[in-house]
């Protein structure tokens, strides 16, 4: 039986685009490529690429990507996008909970939610930090997105996600946030790529930033710094407050 998260992503490569969380793509190239020191030498992971909108961009910018996902649609539409700028991108289909790679890249990102965290269990996001851990060199950059723990305990997210929702885009009702596991369940309405709604019953596990220090420190990074994450905006000027939905994670070691 295929998880909420594998039948989200079927047929809905042209409507993921067009929705407001991806949106961002320029400004969120604009903070990696400054996290890069604008090193174009090195290999870059691209952890649940989706549609390949992080990929493709950096790769015009002269960076070599090869970008990962679980959905053979989303991997559809990214290699059509690439083919049709004439850029060279590797993509492949693979779990993030177990990937071939080991010591392959200079660095990795896995933004707006790509693969972490949206597994069933616990140990299931964690499998995927620690695959991509493994596919990085000894030295090396990760930088991801996760949903912000603390935004729950403030704020409605079905009011928070309803209020930047359009027509024929995501929406989100019947939301929960369970204290104990810090995972939100909720139906997510969307509409394919053919015209056709679906409704699927969603989890989403919420982490708190001492959370994410420890289980990226039990995978010997040594710096780990987070921000709060603004769509299209990312900045170490802006600090982690309880307004921010997402967090940004910027790790070394």
């Known amino acids: ?32 490529e400054k996290e890069f020191v604008f090193n174009k030498s090195i290999k870059i992971l691209d952890v649940g690429c989706g549609t390949g909108r992080h990929s493709i961009e950096l790769t015009k910018r002269g960076y070599t990507l090869t970008g990962v996902d679980l959905s053979d649609a989303q991997l559809k539409k990214a290699k059509e996008k690439a083919d049709a700028l004439g850029l060279k991108i590797i993509f492949q289909n693979l779990d993030a909970r177990n990937l071939p790679f080991q010591n392959d890249f200079d660095a990795a ?16 996001n964690f499998e995927i930090l620690k695959n991509v ?10 930088i ?5 723990g603390l935004f729950p305990l403030y704020h409605s997210v079905e009011e928070f ?14 939301n ?31 982490y708190v930033p001492s959370e994410i220090s420890w289980l990226l420190k039990s ?18 000027e802006h600090s982690l407050t309880t307004e921010d939905f997402e967090m940004l994670v910027v790790a070394k070691r």
């Open 1 to 32: 039986m295929k998880q909420w998260y594998e039948t989200l992503f079927e047929n809905y490569g042209e409507t993921y685009d067009k929705e407001v969380f991806t949106q961002g793509t320029l400004g969120e190239c604009d903070f990696l």
């Open 109 to 124: 990102i896995m933004l707006c939610e790509g693969g972490f965290p949206l597994m069933e269990t616990d140990e299931m």
């Open 133 to 142: 851990s493994k596919a990085l060199k000894k030295e090396a950059l990760f």
């Open 144 to 148: 991801f997105t996760t949903l912000n």
């Open 161 to 174: 996600l309803d209020q930047d929702a359009k027509n024929g885009q995501a929406t989100y009702k019947s």
């Open 176 to 206: 929960t946030f369970n204290l104990m596991t810090f995972r939100d369940h909720n139906i997510t309405v969307i509409e394919d790529d053919s015209g056709k709604k679906r409704e699927l019953f969603c989890n989403e596990r919420y």
């Open 219 to 236: 995978l010997d990074f040594t710096s780990i710094e987070i921000f709060g994450a603004k769509l299209g905006a990312f900045s170490r």
